[in-house]
């Protein structure tokens, strides 16, 4: 059984960063794909960012393009998300995910074998 575990989260003004953490512990396979989630109060669960574990494939939502780096340490287990330029719109709870699917647009609709807990980024002024 796979666990993962976000850390990171916090206040930040606009402008601000952050570096979200996802620690995986437990077994996993060789191929698979992990990925940040966001879900803002009363809005949908977004896709924010996901890599490939076999060939460090990443892809990033248009609204995070430029501003978010997703990054991997396998010898720690661990996916980060590098969150600069932060904006009051990327207020929400962000989750880390994984599971068997593609790091390509539309990766967030697969079913995910494991989900964190999430943790909570709050830009405000």
């Known amino acids: 059984q796979l666990q993962l575990v976000e850390s990171g989260g916090g206040l930040v003004q606009p402008g601000g960063s952050l570096r979200l953490s996802c620690a995986a512990s437990g077994f996993t396979s060789d191929y698979y794909g992990i990925g940040w989630l966001r879900q803002a109060p009363g809005k949908e669960r977004e896709g924010v960012s996901c890599i490939s574990s076999s060939d460090g494939i990443t892809y990033y939502a248009d609204s995070v393009k430029g501003r978010f780096t997703i990054s991997r340490d396998n010898a720690k287990n661990t996916v980060y998300l590098q969150m600069n330029s932060l904006k009051p719109e990327d207020t929400a709870v962000y989750y880390c995910?994984?599971?068997?699917?593609?790091?390509?647009?539309?990766?967030?609709?697969?079913?995910?074998?494991?989900w964190g807990k999430g943790t909570l980024v709050t830009v405000t002024s």
């Open positions: 995910a994984q599971g068997n699917f593609v790091c390509y647009k539309g990766w967030e609709y697969y079913d995910m074998d494991y």
